[in-house]
């Protein structure tokens, strides 16, 4: 497998809070932590779709790139408990 770039599935506006990868002034809270393939030729950049199948359109990249993190899991720790359990099924395999 290529390149992994982590990217943000989000959710309503909440109260404003420090979060690595979201623009400032548009606090959103994170509903899920999905996995995507890079683009081809691009590794910062994301694919198409996550590798459970979503459109990674609406999504925000993370600042988190697992590459960069040898041992540690793909996803930031912080998102544990939100991590797409069908994106992290296919890293494991």
Do not use: N
Request: include cysteine.
């Amino acid at each position: 497998m290529g390149e992994i770039v982590v990217v943000y599935e989000l959710d309503k506006p909440m109260a404003r809070r420090s979060s690595p990868g979201i623009p400032a002034g548009e606090e959103w809270s994170v509903r899920k932590v999905h996995a995507a393939p890079s683009a081809p030729g691009a590794p910062s950049s994301t694919g198409p779709r996550t590798l459970c199948g979503k459109d990674t359109f609406a999504m925000e990249t993370a600042c988190w790139k697992p590459s960069e993190h040898p041992g540690a899991p793909w996803h930031p720790a912080e998102y544990a408990s939100v991590v797409c359990s069908d994106c992290d099924a296919v890293i494991e395999t």
